[in-house]
């Protein structure tokens, strides 16, 4: 099995950070022993920081006990859609280093306060299996793959659920307009339907017709929603990765979600034409023109 | 006669059930259009006129008594089957035109043809011979709202004959014309008669009852002169 390297995270809030400065030439530091550290992008950014300069960290907002380290790299933090709105000020240590800089030498026990690794396997599919085994092996810890559904995501299930019910209202409300929509434009075409009634057209016929023109107007519409949708994703994930300084993707237009559009409009769209045109031709001929 | 007629109605009676009350707008009209007839209803205005002209062209059916069109019962024909009638044995013309005012004269003319399933070629010649019968040749491209009102019913009037009917009913042609342009339908429906096809129109006009061969008198609902 190939040696899974561990990296300790450390999610340094803004206070902690500031504790953080570059080493100054006026604090001799032995540099080729400096441990080596690897730095949020967010975090060399906003300090100015380069590959290869000193910086010390310290747990301790005061900046107590501060301990210097060589910054190897930038990383790009994992998103993480629960602190998207936190800028990502972080760095991450190997886990001696992380232990050293944040324990207790008092109380050497206090240090070993490590409450979860994330380990990666050569095949993630392997994920259930190897998290049963810790979990009998080591009993006490809870052991899950990342891709199980974990407590965090009951606010999503909740926002998803809101979602939903703001689509459901909307499709309902669309519809009814829709529908109301092709009323009027049916009516007004309530002559001609009349007239080509009573030139010798069949109901069957200008059904046929009508049902032609709503689903060749239903797909151009679906079309123009999915493409409207695909532009606006783009739109939409660059202002707010933009704004928060993240690569999380706020929307994403799936396969999923385009199918289920089409399921939706492509028969709402027909089911108003025919509807619509049925309250029509349902009527005398006479009746149509007479108005 | 030998030759069935072309449209009978018998023992007909049409009533239009109202909230207040049933209006009866035929009551009990028996007649017999023959091939080639050309015959004009009059009578005060309410007395059934259209009402006749409508069940005799298969846009209504009676609330009772028969209809039959060359032989065939109009009431035992589906809504399909007398749409089918409408477009291929019967031209109709309206006092209001009822052109497509989205289509050309051209057009408007065709539609009926395209519908029968007349092929591309057999339509354009046809077209093009109705348009110069009724004298509108020039008028082709032109829409409903750029024709008057003799010229709209002169475009009904190809349109009506578009899938060569044997029968033409007209409902007050002059109606919404004057008296020069009224006289234009006229000698085109006199024109057509002499072509063989049978018309009945219904009409206040004088001038236009005085062309008919027989003159139908209709009061309250009923031929009160000239059934037979
Ligand atoms: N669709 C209808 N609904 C109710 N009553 C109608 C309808 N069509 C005609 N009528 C009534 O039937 C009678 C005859 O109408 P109509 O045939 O149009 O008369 P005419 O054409 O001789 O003026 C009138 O009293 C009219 O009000
Ligand atoms: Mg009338």
């Given amino acids: 099995m190939r040696r899974t390297r561990i990296w300790a995270l450390v999610a340094m809030a803004l206070s902690a950070a500031v504790a953080l400065t570059a080493a100054s030439a006026a604090q001799p530091i032995e540099a080729g022993e400096a441990p080596g550290v690897l730095v949020s992008r967010q975090l060399m950014e906003s300090r100015a920081l380069g590959i290869g300069d000193l910086v010390r960290l310290s747990a301790d907002p005061t900046g107590g006990r501060s301990r210097t380290f060589r910054i190897l790299g930038a990383y790009e933090p994992t998103p993480d859609p629960m602190r998207f709105a936190q800028p990502a000020l972080e760095a991450r240590l190997h886990l001696p280093d992380l232990l050293a800089l944040s324990g207790n030498p008092s109380d050497p026990s206090a240090s070993d306060t490590v409450s979860s690794i994330n380990v990666a396997l050569v095949n993630p599919a392997d994920a259930d299996a190897f998290a049963r085994d810790v979990s009998t092996r080591l009993p006490g810890t809870v052991a899950r793959p990342t891709s199980a559904p974990d407590d965090r995501a009951g606010t999503f299930l909740v926002i998803e659920r809101f979602h939903l019910a703001i689509a459901s209202v909307t499709m309902l409300g669309s519809a009814v307009f829709l529908l109301a929509l092709m009323m009027m434009l049916v009516d007004e075409r309530s002559d001609v339907v009349g007239t080509l009634r009573l030139i010798g057209f069949t109901r069957r016929r200008i059904l046929m017709q009508v049902l032609a023109e709503g689903t060749c107007i239903a797909a151009v519409g679906t079309a123009f929603g999915i493409g409207f949708a695909l532009i606006m994703q783009g739109a939409f994930n660059r202002f707010f990765q933009w704004r928060y300084d993240t690569a999380l993707v706020f929307l994403r237009i799936t396969p999923g979600v385009v199918a289920q559009s089409i399921l939706l409009a492509l028969p709402l769209g027909i089911a108003a034409s025919a509807i619509a045109s049925w309250t029509l031709l349902r009527r005398h001929p006479l009746a149509l023109v007479r108005r | ?228």
């Fill in chain 2, 1 to 228: 006669m030998t030759q069935p007629p072309i449209v009978e109605a018998r023992h007909v009676s049409r009533v239009f059930p109202m909230a207040a009350a049933p209006v009866t707008a035929l009551s009990d009209v028996s007649i017999r259009i023959e091939a080639g007839e050309y015959v004009a209803v009059v009578g005060p205005s309410g007395c059934g006129k259209s009402t006749l002209l409508h069940i005799l062209g298969c846009v209504d059916v009676p609330t009772s008594g028969d209809v039959l069109v060359q032989d065939r019962n109009v009431g035992s024909l589906s809504d399909a089957e007398r749409s089918r009638l409408r477009l291929r044995e019967i031209g109709f013309v309206f006092q209001r035109f009822f052109l497509l005012p989205m289509l050309t004269a051209w057009e408007n003319v065709e539609l009926p043809q395209a519908e029968a399933g007349v092929a591309r070629l057999d339509r354009r010649r046809r077209t093009a011979e109705l348009l110069e019968y009724v004298g509108l040749a020039s008028r082709a491209a032109h829409r409903p709202s750029e024709l008057s009102g003799g010229e709209m019913q002169r475009v009904a009037i190809a349109r009506a004959l578009a899938n060569r009917p044997r029968l033409l009913l007209a409902d007050e042609p002059t109606g919404e014309l004057d008296q020069r342009t009224g006289g234009h339908i006229i000698t085109l429906l006199d024109r057509l008669h002499e072509d063989g096809t049978a018309v009945v129109v219904v009409t206040h006009d004088v001038a236009v009852a005085a062309c008919a061969h027989r003159l139908l008198t209709m009061r309250d609902g009923q031929i009160v002169e000239g059934s037979s």
